[in-house]
């Protein structure tokens, strides 16, 4: 199982950015699929999740209303649209899936249990 990242790079605060997981393997229409944000001297965060084929989606307070999750099954890919971007985005980006067994709904917020991880893209936002 490999998952690619891509979309990273720099913005000014208001932008937008569009993030893409490609994974590889196997189908994945099964898994979670979502993505963690790092920033520099912080622990890892928990951003937004798809299960059961996109039909649950959940985000953090943080970004809702800003960011749009989306997958494509066929493809194997779940997107991150980032509009309204803020400098407090400013992170590097991890997509993770959730094999099935999926995790218990109120462990998803929490970095600890996922199966795989993407290398991370870094999102800058300038004010």
């Known amino acids: 199982v490999q998952l690619q990242a891509s979309g990273g790079g720099l913005v000014q605060a208001g932008g937008s950015l569009r993030l893409s997981c490609a994974a590889s393997?196997?189908?994945?229409?099964?898994?979670?699929m979502g993505w963690f944000r790092q920033a520099p001297g912080k622990e890892r965060e928990f951003v937004a999740l798809s299960r059961w084929s996109g039909s649950n989606i959940y985000y953090a307070d943080s970004v809702k209303g800003r960011f749009t999750l989306s997958r494509d099954n066929a493809k194997n890919t779940v997107y991150l649209q980032m509009n309204s971007l803020k400098p407090e985005d400013t992170a590097v980006y991890y997509c993770v899936v959730d094999t099935p067994p999926l995790k218990i709904l109120s462990d998803i917020y929490f970095a600890r249990g996922y199966d795989y991880w993407g290398q991370g893209t870094q999102v800058t936002v300038s004010s």
């Open positions: 393997g196997r189908s994945f229409s099964r898994d979670g």
